[in-house]
Nanobody
Framework: QVQLVESGGGLVQAGGSLRLSCAAS????????MGWYRQAPGRERELVAT???????NYVDSVKDRFTISRENAKNTVYLQMNSLKPEDTAVYYC?????????????WGQGTLVTVSS
């Protein structure tokens, strides 16, 4: 199993910045990709950004050129640098980790961290 702990959410004014962190522990050898999803009130959870061990990165169009995902392998930690934040970025942000793990597939999630962007 893999445990994920997020931090870094909070309240920020539009145009501001926040950095989210997600630290993984446990069977981190099973991780082949990590990333961030978000869920706004009344909406479905959506992908924000993912980063594979290969270095391949994927962003949802609405955050391209504003958000940057990165990873510090030595600390098993993934970051999401969020700049030029907009009120529509307000959501609970969830960290995820995925990959093959023996006979099973890893699909781990953190508890979520709230990001609120005021106008």
């Amino acid at each position: 199993q893999v445990q994920l702990v997020e931090s870094g959410g909070g309240l920020v004014q539009a145009g501001g910045s926040l950095r989210l962190s997600c630290a993984a522990s446990g069977q981190t050898i099973c991780i082949s990709a990590m990333g961030w999803y978000r869920q706004a009130p009344g909406r479905e959870r959506e992908l924000v950004a993912t980063l594979a061990n290969s270095g391949s990165v994927n962003y949802v169009d609405s955050v391209k050129d504003r958000f940057t995902i990165s990873r510090e392998n030595a600390k098993n930690t993934v970051y999401l640098q969020m700049n030029s934040l907009k009120p529509e970025d307000t959501a609970v942000y969830y960290c995820g980790a995925w990959g093959p793990c023996g006979r099973n597939a890893l699909d781990a999630w953190g508890q979520g961290t709230l990001v609120t962007v005021s106008s």
